[in-house]
């Protein structure tokens, strides 16, 4: 079960403004050898209201309010998991290469952008002045970040369907995939992440 917890955007200051903004916005899943495992999202969220803090001040005009909504949970089978409608897999416990897989819907009809930022591009602009006070980044929530660590170190590490601004990277067991989330507005086939990792 996935236990959510809200971050206040007061805490997601000193978070940010020393990672990359892909942290914002992100999926990271730790897969252990019977494919089981756990997880932790981060994703961006409007307030309906100002929080606490804003209600509490004074001597203060406040311009730009975003959330960063934070969650971790287990899970017995990553077959079994599912994301907004990212899905999720892997095989071989009986061979000696084991191999996870994500797969990630692009088009118009794919749910997992909006669950994750539902911000417009002007209202993402908007959110990075208020989640990074360095003004360095452009725009907050533009990408997300999938991060897999395996059981052991990444042999293989490939993408079908891949679009432009994709990047994959790998360090000992921990892969990692960005994807931007305009990239992922256009019909097309899903983007199918593909990993192997010697047992």
């Known amino acids: 079960m996935i236990r959510p917890m809200s971050v206040l955007l007061f805490a997601s200051l000193l978070t940010l403004s020393a990672c990359d903004e ?32 804003q209600k509490e001040s004074q ?23 599912r994301i907004a409608d990212i899905e999720f897999g892997a095989g071989g416990s009986d061979q000696a290469i084991g191999f996870a897989r994500v797969t ?7 749910r ?20 990074d006070p360095t003004g360095r980044t452009v725009e907050v929530g533009a990408m997300i970040k999938i991060e897999l660590e395996l059981p052991a170190a990444v042999i293989g590490n490939g993408l079908t369907g891949k679009t432009r601004g994709t990047k994959v990277s790998a360090e000992g067991a921990i892969a990692t995939l960005v994807v931007p989330l305009d990239s992922v507005a256009k019909e097309s086939d899903p983007i199918v992440w593909h990993l192997t990792w010697s047992r």
Do not use: M, Y
């Open 104 to 110: 990630i819907p692009r088009g118009e009809a794919a």
């Open 112 to 131: 997992w952008p909006k669950v994750f930022v539902p911000l417009d591009s002007n209202q993402r602009k908007e959110a990075a002045g208020a989640l």
């Open 22 to 53: 892909t942290d914002a916005v992100a999926v990271r899943i730790r897969l252990r050898d019977d494919f089981s495992g756990t997880v932790r999202t981060s994703g961006l969220v409007l307030p309906p209201e100002e929080g606490a803090v």
């Open 59 to 81: 001597g203060v005009t406040w311009s730009h309010r975003v959330d960063v909504a934070c969650a971790n949970g287990t899970f017995t089978a990553i077959e079994s998991l």
